[in-house]
């Protein structure tokens, strides 16, 4: 296929306009991850670091965390919510990732009652959904007793039938 004539006098250079355009979203680029990860805020990625994977804990003092959903159901009965595609259709880390927002807005958690009940019809709707908190204190290298924090807790509107907040 003949594509045309070839331009070989330029050395295969970029031409000034060329260069200020790549050089004008490089600094837009490094600017956008600078400020997010400044910002340190999720929604901004991927110009912002999944915070989830962006610490470490030292091996011998620290905490380490591990969060959940529990939910206690219309019934009374208290349950482990399934955070799997299958089940809910959110992941540990998506929760995880929304833990400020639940924190500054627990009416969010809302959402994850009518998930449930839109996902599993015929099972007893929840009441109450808690996001917790395992953490275990090391201390010197020494894996410390687990204590459970509710982090967040949402009272379900109308648990019979959830629906999305407005």
Known sequence: MDTGPVNHQDGGRLHRVGLLLRGVVMVLVVAGIVT??????????PFAPMSQFAFAVSPTDGEIHSRYLEATTVDGD????????????L???????QLWSFRQQPSLMQA????????????????VVELMDDVRVVNGGVPGPVRT?????????DPADPQELP
Do not use: C, K
Not at 78 to 89: I, N, W
Not at 149 to 157: A, P, Q, T, Y
């Open 112 to 127: 994850i009652a009518v998930l449930h009940a839109r996902r599993a019809p015929e099972a007893a709707r929840f009441a």
């Open 149 to 157: 924090d509710v982090v967040v807790s949402w009272h379900v509107v």
């Open 36 to 45: 997010g990860t400044w910002l340190r805020n999720d929604q901004g990625w």
């Open 78 to 89: 208290r349950v482990h919510v399934d955070l799997s595609r299958g089940a809910l259709g």
């Open 91 to 97: 992941g540990r880390a998506e929760i995880e990732g």
